[in-house]
């Protein structure tokens, strides 16, 4: 598979999760103090935000802007070459 489409949501106490949840669960993790209850919660947020395979919808920009720099890279070389 090379491209499954994007990251699901996930849903975690009927709310509704993304990438981002699992960023703001660690740091909440933190804010409570660390404790037992804490981590778990941390862990089910985290684990249920991504719920399957898929790929971040900006990998397909990441990837334009990364020919696009070395298309304009060759260009270059080759106006200097004379």
Not at 28 to 42: D, F, S, V
Not at 43 to 71: D, E, Q
Not at 72 to 78: A, G, Q
Request: charged share 25%; aromatic share 14%; net charge positive.
């Amino acid at each position: 598979m090379v491209y499954g489409g994007t990251i699901r949501t996930g849903t975690y106490d009927g709310q509704p999760l993304d990438v981002i949840s699992a960023f703001q669960a660690y740091g909440q993790y933190l804010q409570e103090g660390q404790t037992e209850e804490a981590e778990k919660k941390r862990y089910n947020t985290i684990r249920r935000s991504c719920p399957g395979p898929g790929a971040c919808g900006g990998v397909r920009v990441i990837l334009f802007l990364r020919f696009a720099i070395s298309l304009r890279t060759r260009i270059r070389e080759y106006e200097y070459s004379f």
